[in-house]
T-cell receptor, first 112, second 114 residues
């Protein structure tokens, strides 16, 4: 059974600080990992994808992957109130036709 | 920016009725997917569709569900005889190349079975 685990939160971070979100996955065959942002009642919106061990930066976001530890993280620098949302971690084990396995998400609150 | 369009945004149906949820994927995308999210729960994979046939499906996608691409633009999910537990947000998604390049999700259809 493929599982992606996240702390559901809420995670409260002051505006301007770094928010750190974490996820672990169970399937060692997972190859690709994604972070989605989901506002309440809305669809998931892709923020970052990562496929190789190490860090990947895109603007204020940095994704980190450690396949040995089966661990993925997302750092959000200079957090803004508009970053307040639920962040979903997802893993893909196979090819393009395979479905993503999502975690339940971490609810992030940025305090002004 | 190209969008995945879903209709209707909200559908209420009586238990036992058939519903069809509609999606228009992004025009140059090749892979199409349906996911669902029960309120407060995870986003769950239902089915993927490529080259006019189902590629993968989850345990949730049983005989009550079917998908179709009736023309060059629409992609539909049919639930034959709805149950109360089918109440959820249903998301359509499409991907240009698959292989984990990330999906574009539609805005979703909230299905309420009463």
């Amino acid at each position: 059974q493929k599982e992606v685990e996240q702390n559901s939160g809420p995670l409260s971070v002051p505006e301007g600080a770094i928010a750190s979100l974490n996820c672990t996955y169970s399937d060692r065959g997972s190859q690709s990992f994604f972070w989605y942002r989901q506002y309440s009642g809305k669809s998931p919106e892709l923020i970052m994808s990562i496929y190789s061990n190490g860090d990947k930066e895109d603007g204020r976001f940095t994704a980190q992957l450690n396949k040995a530890s089966q661990y993925v993280s997302l750092l959000i620098r200079d957090s803004q109130p508009s970053d307040s949302a639920t962040y979903l971690c997802a893993a893909l084990s196979g090819g393009g036709a395979d479905g993503l396995t999502f975690g339940k998400g971490t609810h992030l609150i940025i305090q002004p | 920016e190209p969008e995945v369009t879903q209709t209707p945004s909200h559908q209420v149906t009586q238990m036992g009725q058939e519903v069809i949820l509609r999606c228009v994927p992004i025009s140059n995308h090749l892979y199409f997917y349906w996911y669902r999210q029960i309120l407060g729960q995870k986003v769950e994979f239902l089915v993927s569709f490529y080259n006019n046939e189902i590629s993968e499906k989850s345990e949730i996608f049983d005989d009550q569900f079917s998908v179709e691409r009736p023309d060059g633009s629409n992609f539909t999910l049919k639930i034959r005889s709805t149950k109360l537990e089918d109440s959820a947000m249903y998301f359509c998604a499409s991907s240009e190349q698959g292989l984990g390049y990330g999906y574009t999700f539609g805005s979703g259809t909230r299905l309420t079975v009463v």
